[in-house]
């Protein structure tokens, strides 16, 4: 499996709700990012997992919260969002091994969210 | 910090002509550099990478890049361009050593349009 797998592929939510992103990958991957791409924008780093733990938070909004609950599966937590949250949020894992040398990461088809 | 700059937000090409994409890097140690393609409403695949190895890197789908460290480029070759090469294409650096869960940094992104 060279799989990230992003679900829901699409979702709507109000200010007021509370949602979650789900990503998992079965590659053994040790480290798991979140980044969110506007439209016609780059990726942006959200923030990153290395063994289950956070190592780089890019210095996001509280309203988004992530959570590791093993090596397999990444959450993203979201309440109330705001409008220009709106974008396509995107999951990528690598191997986490200084040894393996350059550290490719393999991103998810990402989950697009509207905030209305 | 370690970036990279794109030339071109948009390049147009015709089906069967050289794709050229430019990419320059900033980075006071010798960094690792990827190529991404994102299609419409997907998420980002891997083209290839530079991890000092060889300055000549030979990618998926018939792209190479060729590393000059003298001139600080990365830039994105296809000998044949095809109309299912229409996409948008990332160069990006490795933010750390590149070993590690670092993220990416991810240039603005080119455009490719093929003409028929």
């Known amino acids: 499996d060279t799989e990230v797998t992003q679900t829901p592929k699409h979702l709507v939510m109000g200010m007021t709700n509370k949602k979650s992103l789900k990503c998992e990958q079965h590659?053994?991957?040790?480290?798991m990012y979140w980044y969110k791409q506007k439209a016609k924008k780059p990726p942006e780093l959200m923030f990153v997992?290395?063994?289950?733990?956070?190592?780089i938070n890019e210095s996001v909004p509280s309203r988004f919260s992530p959570e590791c609950p093993n090596s397999s599966l990444l959450n993203l937590h979201l309440h109330a969002l705001q409008p220009e949250d709106s974008a396509l949020y995107l999951c990528?894992?690598?191997?986490?091994?200084?040894?393996?040398?350059?550290?490719?990461?393999?991103f998810g088809a990402g989950s697009r969210l509207t905030v209305l | 910090a370690q970036s990279v700059t794109q030339l071109g937000s948009h390049v147009s090409v015709s089906e069967g002509a050289l794709v050229l994409l430019r990419c320059n890097y900033s980075?006071?140690?010798?960094?690792?550099l990827f190529w991404y393609v994102q299609y419409p409403n997907q998420g980002l695949q891997l083209l290839l990478k530079?991890?000092?190895?060889?300055?000549l890197v030979k990618g998926i789908n018939g792209f190479e890049a060729e590393f000059k460290k003298s001139e600080t480029s990365f830039h994105l070759t296809k000998p044949s361009a095809h109309m299912s090469d229409a996409a948008e294409y990332f160069c990006?650096?490795?933010?750390?050593?590149?070993?590690?869960?670092?993220?990416?940094?991810f240039g603005k992104g080119t455009h490719l349009i093929i003409q028929p």
């Open positions: 990528a894992s690598s191997q986490d091994s200084i040894i393996s040398g350059a550290n490719v990461l393999t």
């Open positions: 590659m053994g991957h040790r480290a």
């Open positions: 997992y290395s063994y289950e733990k956070l190592s």
């Open positions: 980075s006071s140690v010798p960094p690792y």
């Open positions: 530079y991890t000092s190895a060889a300055t």
């Open positions: 990006a650096v490795s933010e750390g050593s590149g070993g590690g869960a670092d993220g990416l940094t």
